[in-house]
């Protein structure tokens, strides 16, 4: 197999790095004490959380160190306390970010290494299910998220 390059190292770290943070977000966003309609659509994005966990095997398999995965959801939970209860905020910047962790996926997909396990087109599909939640509870567009896209993890293995 050829040598991956410094360029997916890197990409691999941040986009691992990426998901554990937004894992933790969501999580602390989504709290069990708190209530409310945002509060249970953040629940369900809570519930898709593990990307990070599909992207540690090639980690691993290429020996790529991302760096202390505490930290990293540290940053998250930083960030949800932050918030508070204002989750306003939340949904412009997801949508902001999607387009960015989309671009960065794509890109990853296109330096891979061959013969290697690729989630690219999973963890895209998650990127987009979440912009469309973000976009919906700003007022602009339909929530995909809604109509179990959040379900689709389960036809693929782990």
Not at 33 to 39: E, L, P, S
Not at 75 to 96: I, S, Y
Not at 113 to 134: C, G
Request: glycine share 8%.
């Amino acid at each position: 197999m050829p040598e991956p390059t410094s360029e997916f190292n890197s990409l691999m770290a941040t986009s691992y790095q990426g998901e554990l943070l937004g894992e933790a977000l969501f999580s602390s966003l989504a709290s069990p004490g708190k209530n409310g309609a945002t509060v249970r659509r953040l629940r369900s994005c809570r519930s898709r959380t593990g990307d990070a966990e599909l992207l540690r095997p090639v980690l691993t398999q290429l020996d790529i160190d991302p760096g202390d995965d505490g930290a990293h959801r540290q940053k998250g939970e930083a960030q949800a306390e932050l918030l508070g209860d204002n989750h306003a905020p939340v949904h412009g910047a997801l949508r902001r970010r999607t387009t960015m962790v989309i671009d960065r996926y794509n890109r990853l997909r296109s330096v891979s290494p061959p013969d290697t396990y690729w989630p690219w087109n999973l963890l895209i599909a998650h990127e987009e299910a979440l912009a469309s939640f973000a976009s919906a509870r700003a007022g602009r567009g339909p929530d995909v998220a809604r109509s179990g896209a959040w379900t689709y993890s389960s036809d693929f293995p782990r």
